[in-house]
Structure formats: C-alpha cells, structure tokens
C-alpha cells in the first residue's frame, strides 16, 4: 500500500511531528500531562452519578473478577471511546491546522494524520496504565492480560486510524463535516454501551422481536463496531478473561477494513490537498 510505503521513509519526520503533538497539547500548563486524566475522570463522575445513581443502570458484575464497581466497568471503555473521539477529530484538524506547511513543503501528508494518532496514543497509554494500577487495587487482575491489551489498543488505534484519515480528507473538501461529526459523535456515543451494558438491548430485542425477516434491533444495533471494541476491552480489564474468538476476529476485521479504506481514500486525494486547502 502505497500509504505506508511514504511512511516508512518518513520515520524521522513522523517522530519530529509526534514529539510536537505530545509537547505542543499541554504546553504553558500548570498540570501538563495530568490534564489528560482530567476530562475522563470528570465525564466518569457525571455519568456515574447519573446512571448508576439516578437512573441506576446496574451492569453485571466481572466474571469471572467479580468486581462491581461503576465507575471502573464505565472507565474500561470511557477511554477507548475518548481515545477514538479525539483522534477523529485530531485528525479533521491536522491537515487544516497545518495548510501553510502543505503548501510550502513537500512530504507524505499521511505522517500528520499518523503522529496525531500517535499522540494521543500516548495518553491513552497513561490513562490505561492508572486504570490498570487502580484496577489492581480494588481487586482485579489484568496483569496476565496485559499484553493483549495492548495488542487490542493497537488495533483500536488502527481502526480510529483509518475513520481518521477519511474523515480528514472529507473535512478538507467539506468543512461541514467538522460539525457534522459532532453530531454524529453525540448519537455514537449513546448508540454504544459506554454507560449501560448491552444486555438492556438485548432485552428490548427480545421483546419487540423481529422487525422484519429474520432482523432484531440487536442485529442492526451490533453493526457498530465499538459494540465489539466494548465487549473486548471489557473481557480483559474488567472481567479478566479472554473474549470470545468471534468477538475478536470482528475487531480485527473492523480494524483493517476502515484502515484500508482509510487509507486508500487519502492517498487518491492526497496529491490535491495544496490546491483544496
């Protein structure tokens, strides 16, 4: 592909933008990298306090970890769902935010959607390394899962990747995709089970039934890919098992699929970007 091909004789210039994203995100703050953990633990306590205690959304307790905390079962995909929705919008960003430099140089565009990712790859990192310590402490284990983990965030971020190349290309061409996202990210964000457990669809599935055919609300609802995204990083950090292998290979397939598209969609317009801009 060619895509990669640019990237891999662009290694240094991807570490020089990446080192930039990291240093440039909390330049001039008093907290610097902290603040990272700061939006997630403050939607974590809203939402904690408004589904687990006012609407009281109960989800199953971890098997087999038996843990039964909220704000934990809310947190092990809160972040992989903030991860995704910042490198989204990151990504729109990346190539407007850097027109002059476009304009004026010549090198593969690709590498400032790719150190955005990157960037916020490494909070995500930190985030998930204080749930996991945090994790440890109440009583679960995902240690034995750790590397796994880690597989699975990779293949997350090369999921988000590929949404994020489209939708940076779609944002250079039609500046009303950056506000057509955030309306779509609002409708995802409650289409996805972050703060209620997928067995409440499953419920209301089974008593609707089909709608037509042989297709439920639940057949249509698990066309989301972050349903699957959910299920596995859930499976590692909150129940501390192994997912099931159908669950992964949907992930997996999810993953490459929208770099692929991704991926291609920039490279067939990449060469216009200077005239588009």
Not at 219 to 241: H, S, W
Not at 245 to 260: E, K, P
Request: glycine letters at 6%; one cysteine or more; aromatic letters at 12%.
């Amino acid at each position: 592909m060619r895509f990669l091909k640019d990237l891999r004789g662009s290694k240094e210039l991807l570490v020089n933008l990446t080192m930039r994203e990291v240093k440039g995100k909390y330049s001039r703050t008093a907290l610097g990298q902290l603040w990272s953990l700061a939006n997630p633990l403050a939607a974590m306590a809203i939402y904690t306090v408004v589904f687990a205690f006012i609407i009281r959304i109960q989800p199953d307790p971890g098997d087999p970890s038996g843990l039964d905390i909220f704000a934990l079962w809310l947190l092990c995909m809160l972040l992989p769902w903030t991860f995704f929705t910042n490198v989204v919008n990151g990504s729109m960003g990346a190539l407007v935010g850097n027109e002059n430099l476009i304009k004026k140089v010549h090198f593969p565009r690709g590498a400032l959607i790719v150190a955005t990712v990157a960037s916020w790859m490494f909070t995500w990192a930190i985030e998930m390394a204080v749930l996991t310590i945090v994790l440890l402490i109440v009583g679960a284990n995902p240690l034995p899962f750790l590397p796994l983990i880690v597989i699975a965030m990779i293949v997350f971020a090369v999921f988000a990747t590929g949404v994020g190349l489209a939708f940076s290309i779609a944002n250079v061409y039609f500046r009303d995709t950056q506000h057509f996202v955030t309306i779509l990210f609002q409708m995802w964000f409650y289409l996805t089970p972050i703060v209620y457990p997928v067995r409440l669809v499953a419920e209301q599935s089974d008593r609707l039934g089909a709608l037509f055919g042989d297709v439920t609300i639940m057949t249509i609802y698990q066309l989301n890919p972050l349903v699957q995204f959910a299920e596995l990083f859930r499976n590692f950090l909150y129940d501390n098992r192994l997912p099931d292998l159908s669950t992964t290979l949907v992930c997996l397939a999810w993953a490459i699929g929208a770099f692929v598209i991704g991926a291609t969609l920039f490279s067939r317009h990449e060469k216009g970007l200077a005239e588009a801009l």
